[in-house]
Nanobody
Framework: QVQLVESGGGLVQPGGSLRLSCAAS????????MGWYRQAPGKQRELVAD???????NTGDSVKGRFTISRDNAKNTVYLQMNGLKSEDTAVYYC????????????WGQGTQVTVSS
């Protein structure tokens, strides 16, 4: 019922930029903590950044200063602006929504591939 639809992934050279988008269906968006996670082959899925409805953000150390998360509540959309991309940023990037309604509920997007290569 609740769906997260991602776009914006692709191939980029080191030092380049990409902007990922995630559109959420339903009325869940305004109450949710939205986040971006990534998973590279052979590695655990890790948090990239998340953002609360108040716009308070949390960013992982490996991307701090290069990536920026933002949200547009009117459009039910969360963004990840990625600048200064490095080869180690190559991964599948997943959109996530966390909603607390008595219990914590997680929703996930399908994932979008980001490849950084010269």
């Amino acid at each position: 019922q609740v769906q997260l639809v991602e776009s914006g992934g692709g191939l980029v050279q080191p030092g380049g930029s990409l902007r990922l988008s995630c559109a959420a269906s339903g009325s869940i968006f305004s109450d949710a903590v939205m986040g971006w996670y990534r998973q590279a082959p052979g590695k655990q899925r890790e948090l990239v950044a998340d953002i609360r409805s108040s716009a308070l953000t949390n960013t992982g150390d490996s991307v701090k200063g290069r990536f920026t998360i933002s949200r547009d509540n009117a459009k039910n959309t969360v963004y990840l602006q990625m600048n200064g991309l490095k080869s180690e940023d190559t991964a599948v990037y997943y959109c996530n929504a966390k909603v607390r309604r008595g219990v914590l509920v997680n929703y996930w997007g399908q994932g979008t591939q980001v490849t950084v290569s010269s």
